[in-house]
Every structure is written in structure tokens, then in C-alpha cells.
């Protein structure tokens, strides 16, 4: 794989920043994409957020000093927009983000594009009850299995307190599921 | 109970507390994932992460080729759409200070159109106000010519005083 300081070298010379974006769109697509769809649970909006998040990534590349890793920018980027989207379709709705995602997550049984059981269904609702901060942690340190170092760096916060997030998401999470 | 040396008499195995919590996370671990499921049950369209990146270069690479970079035109642009602004608000002053529009103002064609799609039927006296009379002979109103005496007849029946009025026509005609 080509090393991070080259590919952030080559995205902000013109004459090499269309093959450059090319690495890097192969490089991150799928792991942005779940990513997002973590975020925002249905495919199409997951679709939506990973396009704006690669076109944001472009425009301002030239901004982007290496003061963290490129991936933690992308995933900042990305989670912002994420997050962003969540809200602006909740204020269109008339309704808060909160309320936005746990309908998203009651109603996945009927999207096409998820094929969980009961349980993973019902691990879905249970993750989407959780506090915005104690959801992205989960996600990224279960699904994704991130570092805490990681994380912390995306979502710039301390290890300490991710750690914390981490433990009552899973304690929630656990009661949620054996509720009934 | 003094007599007993203060010792502790357990042990545990060789390096025991250097992978203690380590174990313990790993523990944890499990016991979540045998109450939590590892798959998520979310899938993708077929072919979806080829499709997205010609999207992605299409709306970014591709556009940024035809696209021409304002940023240098900024001060043409502000003085350009100053002009623009008092442009708009010249031709709104002077076509409010113009007097209202009259029926010569409409081209032929338009009226010639506006009277086809309708069905009008206009009496000679609305068509003698809209052409002008100069331009006029008897013959484009009528198919058979009027006598002179028919004429007088008629203007004995309907006007009062027949010598008024044909002072006023002279003087018209002249």
C-alpha cells in the first residue's frame, strides 16, 4: 500500500491528484462506508454520506496539515457528516435525531438491504437507543475494532472517558437484550 | 497467633498479574459477544463499491475539469453585478416614467393572431375604430359596392343635422 505521506503529497499536486484520489477512494471506500452506515443504519442515506464525505475530502485536501493521521480526518469528515445528515433529516421530519434513529432501526426489517435475525435486529435497537458519544464508540471499538488510541483521535476526546463510554454502552446494550 | 509468622502461604503461577487484565478484557469480551452477535445483518446493492467510486470521480475529478475557478474574477464579478443591480433598477425607473401603452404599440401580426384565435364578431364600428380610415375603401368592408343615394338615405334617417355634419367631414378630409 502506498505510505500516507506520499498519497497526501500526490492528492495536492495536480498533475498527480486524480490518481492519487483514485488510491484513496479504493483504499478507504469500504471501511468509510461501514462506517457510515453504522451511523445512519439504511443504505441509500450510507450512499448519500460517503459521497459528500470523498467530495469534502477533496476540497479541502489542501487543508489538511498531516497533524493527525489522513484516515482520522477522513473518519472526523465522514462522522461529522454522518451526524450532519442525521440532523438535517430529523428537522425535515420534524423530529429529533435521536427519535430519527431508533425509527430507522425499528423499521429495519423491512429494508432490503438487512438480513439479520431477531437478534441482530434487536441489537440494532438497542445500539440505537444509545447516548450519540456511547453509539460511535461502541461501533467503532465492537464493529470496527479500533484502538481506544484511534478513536480517541477521531472523535478527539480521551482514552479515559471512550473507555468509560465503551463499558456503559455494552452494560446498556446487554440489558436491552435481555429485557424480554 | 503471634507465634505464627506473618507470611502468606499462597502463591499463584509464574506470571500471573502480567496478563491479568488482559485476560480479564479478553473475558469481558466473550461474555459480550456470546450475549451480542458479531454480524450485523446489514448488506450492500451487488457491485455497489465499484459504482460508488465512478460516482464519486465523476462529481469530483470530472467536474473539477470543466469547472473555471471564480476566485480570481471576484472583483469583476462584485463590479459586474453592481452594474447588473443599477441596470435592473434604470430600465424599472424609466419604464415606470413611460405613458401607458396604446394600440399602436402592438405589431400587426399580434393582433392579427389574438383576432383568429378568438371568435370575435366585431361590428363595423369596432373595426372603424382600430384601422385607421385612410387606408380604407368602402369595397374592404363590403362585397357589394353602396349606392350614393343609399347613402344620403341613410344619414337623412339617422343624423339630426345632415349640414353639421358634413362640414365636419369636409374639414376632416381635407
Known amino acids: 500500500m502506498i505510505a500516507e505521506e506520499t498519497l497526501v503529497r500526490e492528492l495536492k499536486q495536480k498533475e ?8 484513496l477512494i479504493n483504499t478507504y471506500k469500504e471501511r468509510l462506508y461501514w462506517h457510515i452506515r453504522r451511523i445512519v443504519l439504511d443504505h441509500d442515506d450510507a450512499d448519500d454520506v460517503l459521497q459528500n464525505t470523498f467530495i469534502k475530502v477533496f476540497r479541502n485536501i489542501e487543508k489538511f496539515k498531516g497533524d493527525s493521521k489522513l484516515y482520522s480526518w477522513m473518519y472526523r469528515i465522514g462522522t461529522n457528516e454522518a451526524l450532519s445528515f442525521l440532523k438535517n433529516k430529523s428537522r425535515k421530519l420534524g423530529v429529533s435525531s435521536d427519535e430519527l434513529i431508533e425509527r ?11 438480513e439479520g435475525d431477531a437478534i441482530q435486529l434487536k441489537l440494532q435497537q438497542a445500539i440505537a437507543r444509545l447516548p450519540e458519544k456511547q453509539k460511535l464508540v461502541f461501533n467503532m471499538k ?21 473507555k468509560a463510554s465503551y463499558h456503559l454502552a455494552t452494560k446498556k446494550i446487554e440489558a436491552f437484550l435481555k429485557a424480554d | 497467633m503471634k507465634e505464627i509468622p506473618k507470611k502468606n502461604s499462597f502463591k499463584t503461577p509464574p506470571g500471573y498479574f502480567e496478563g491479568l487484565s488482559d485476560r480479564i478484557l479478553n473475558k469481558l469480551d466473550e461474555e459480550d459477544k456470546a450475549v451480542m452477535p458479531e454480524q450485523e445483518g446489514f448488506k450492500v446493492p451487488d457491485g455497489y463499491f465499484e459504482k460508488v467510486e465512478k460516482e464519486i470521480l465523476d462529481k469530483t475529478l470530472q467536474k473539477e475539469a470543466r469547472v473555471i475557478p471564480l476566485r480570481g474574477y471576484r472583483p469583476y464579478l462584485y463590479a459586474a453585478a453592481a452594474i447588473a443591480v443599477l441596470f435592473v433598477l434604470v430600465i424599472g425607473l424609466v419604464r415606470n416614467t413611460d405613458p401607458d401603452l396604446s394600440f399602436d404599440d402592438l405589431a400587426q401580426a399580434e393582433i392579427t393572431r389574438y383576432i383568429e384565435s378568438r371568435d370575435l364578431e366585431l361590428s363595423t ?19 357589394s359596392g353602396v349606392e350614393n343615394q343609399e347613402i344620403l ?20 378630409f381635407q
Open chain 1, 16 to 23: 498527480t491528484q486524480a490518481k492519487a484520489f483514485e488510491v
Open chain 2, 153 to 172: 338615405d341613410y344619414l337623412e334617417d339617422t343624423i339630426d343635422d345632415l349640414e353639421e355634419l358634413n362640414i365636419d367631414t369636409h374639414e376632416e
Open chain 1, 142 to 162: 465492537y464493529y470496527e475494532e479500533m484502538k481506544y488510541e484511534e478513536i480517541a483521535e477521531i472523535l478527539d476526546t480521551s482514552i479515559g472517558g471512550l
Open chain 2, 125 to 143: 364600428y369596432e373595426i372603424a375604430e382600430v384601422l385607421p380610415v385612410t387606408e380604407l375603401e368602402i369595397g374592404d368592408f363590403m362585397e
Open chain 1, 104 to 114: 430507522k432501526a425499528d423499521n429495519l426489517q423491512a429494508d432490503v438491504y438487512f
